[in-house]
């Protein structure tokens, strides 16, 4: 399963508990640490993607490749904010040298 690298987790649990992992870890034959950790390391490994992807219909998709292809117009807004932008970060590039 997971090589042993020194590393301890503990944990305080129920006696239900111990005895549903523990019944868990006997069904796939391994011991009932080996089976949290995989567990835990499966349950963190699917949070992790979840958490990194966005996903998207096909008419979602279209609409966000229509738009990098064809930008809207920039407004007033957005181009004094982006020339705010640009000073403040040419004044940080100033500071730094």
Same mark, same amino acid.
């Not at 301890?8 to 005895?19: A, G, M, P």
């Not at 992992?21 to 640490?33: E, H, K, P, S, W």
């Given at each position: 399963?997971?090589?042993? #690298?020194?590393?301890?987790? #503990?944990?305080?649990? #129920?006696?239900?508990?111990?005895?549903?992992?523990?019944?868990?870890?006997?069904?796939?034959?391994?011991?009932?640490?080996?089976?949290?950790?995989? %567990?835990?390391?499966?349950?963190?490994?699917?949070?992790?993607?979840?958490?990194? #992807?966005?996903?998207?219909?096909?008419?979602?998709?279209?609409?966000?490749?229509?738009?990098?292809?064809?930008?809207?117009? &920039?407004?007033?807004?957005?181009?004094?904010?982006? %020339? &705010?932008?640009?000073?403040?970060?040419?004044? %940080?590039?100033? %500071?730094?040298?």
């Amino acid at each position: 399963m997971l090589a042993q #690298t020194g590393k301890r987790l #503990t944990t305080r649990i #129920t006696e239900h508990v111990q005895e549903t992992l523990q019944m868990a870890a006997d069904i796939v034959g391994a011991t009932m640490n080996q089976f949290v950790v995989q %567990a835990a390391l499966e349950k963190a490994e699917k949070v992790i993607e979840s958490e990194s #992807t966005i996903a998207l219909s096909r008419r979602e998709s279209l609409r966000l490749l229509d738009l990098i292809d064809n930008p809207p117009p &920039r407004s007033e807004k957005f181009l004094s904010a982006q %020339a &705010r932008y640009l000073r403040i970060k040419s004044d %940080a590039n100033s %500071a730094t040298q």
